[in-house]
């Protein structure tokens, strides 16, 4: 292998730097013989979000972007053979390096400073050269479908459709407790695990952060739930949506696990882009997973009461934007301008 192991642990550690669910950071690494593989650990992303499997391949799929943008800054191009032993197998990429000269992708800078930001935005329209470079993006790669949501009245909607979602958080015991056990509290803890959200990325003020505390007993919530909780967590969340600049969907014409690699990809140039456009991004997808969960898994997992919930959050969607059943749909996110988050996730070190 003309690579080292030590450039591959470099190159690596821009990788990692990849978005995953609650930071589950679902992936682990071989070197087989001249290649580095993308293994799948489906270990850790059980959550009802992960529909088929597909939040962990985009998550995965935005390492792979990573590992080949850091990989050129090095001197490497890099050939990905996507699910070389069938889609049912671990391996969601068999990558090799190949020798060349030094180039930096306009979006290596940004690798290490894309973030989740989930505190209020600005609400300001986004000016139309940033409007123009994110919609560059898809073009530019040849594939992904990127809606962008900018009217007031839309945006007002999307924000309803997303803050469902922490409805069915309160509602779900798995999908709650999946939340909950990818807390992190202490500053041990968060040094300790490397994973999983440090309490301080969720943009609460104090007084929410020491009521969330108690939201972790699933008993209590569900007695609370009797005088109406979980209908108002959304509240919260709406106000916080419905100040954003912008909504974004990104879409991919097909449901296979590459459709979704390939849409992790492209996922990833688009948060890259739009954090060098000085927007903040957070992703507001939990409810297009469980959307995709009724028509790809029968809606295994949720209740009739979360499935009709889940149904009305597909019609209010399908009536702002371009959904369809035969597509993926990869994330709903917002944009827009606001101050740095609070706290930044950490990742787990690579060893090979
Ligand atoms: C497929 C996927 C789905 C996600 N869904 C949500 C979401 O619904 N809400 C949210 O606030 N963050 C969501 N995130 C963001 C992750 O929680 C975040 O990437 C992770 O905690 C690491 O933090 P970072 O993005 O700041 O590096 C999602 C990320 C991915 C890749």
């Not at 699933?218 to 919260?236: A, E, K, Q, T, Y």
């Not at 909504?247 to 739009?274: C, E, N, S, Y």
Request: hydrophobic residues 40%; positive net charge; glycine residues 8%.
């Amino acid at each position: 292998m003309t690579i080292t192991r030590e450039e591959l642990e470099d190159i690596l550690g821009y990788g990692v730097m990849a978005p995953s669910g609650d930071n589950c950071q679902p992936w682990d690494f071989t070197v087989e013989g001249q290649s580095l593989q993308i293994i799948n650990n489906e270990s850790r992303d059980t959550s009802l979000f992960n529909v088929s499997k597909s939040a962990s391949f985009i998550a995965c799929g935005a390492l792979l972007e990573n590992i080949s943008i850091a990989a050129m800054a090095a001197g490497y191009k890099t050939e990905a053979a996507l699910f070389p032993e069938g889609i049912s197998g671990q391996v969601v990429a068999r990558i090799s390096f190949q020798k060349t000269e030094k180039k930096k992708d306009k979006l290596f800078a940004y690798l290490d400073k894309r973030c989740t930001n989930r505190s209020p935005f600005k609400g300001k329209a986004l000016a139309r050269e940033t409007v123009s470079s994110l919609k560059a993006v898809t073009k530019d790669l040849g594939y992904g479908e990127l809606t962008l949501l900018q009217d007031r009245a839309a945006i007002k909607k999307a924000a309803a459709v997303a803050s469902l979602n922490d409805r069915l958080l309160f509602e779900n015991k798995r999908l709650h407790d999946f939340l909950f056990e990818h807390i992190r509290w202490t500053k041990k803890e968060i040094e300790e695990t490397r994973d999983g959200m440090d309490i301080d990325t969720l943009g609460l003020f104090p007084i929410e952060k020491q009521g969330f505390g108690m939201l972790a007993s699933w008993p209590l919530v569900r007695f609370m739930n009797i005088f109406g909780l979980s209908r108002m967590l959304p509240v919260r969340s709406k106000v916080i949506y419905k100040s954003s600049s912008a909504f974004g969907l990104l879409q991919m014409p097909g449901k296979t696990p590459k459709d979704f690699v390939m849409g992790g990809r492209a996922l990833q140039r688009i948060w890259l882009t739009a954090t060098a456009e000085g927007l903040s991004f957070q992703p507001t997808t939990g409810i297009t997973f469980l959307i995709q969960r009724l028509y790809m898994e029968d809606g295994s997992g949720l209740s009739p009461k979360e499935v009709k919930i889940v149904e009305e959050a597909e019609a209010g969607l399908k009536r702002i934007l371009p959904t369809s059943r035969d597509k993926a749909i990869i994330m709903l996110f917002r944009i827009g301008r606001s101050g740095p988050p609070k706290a930044y996730s950490l990742r787990r070190k690579v060893r090979l």
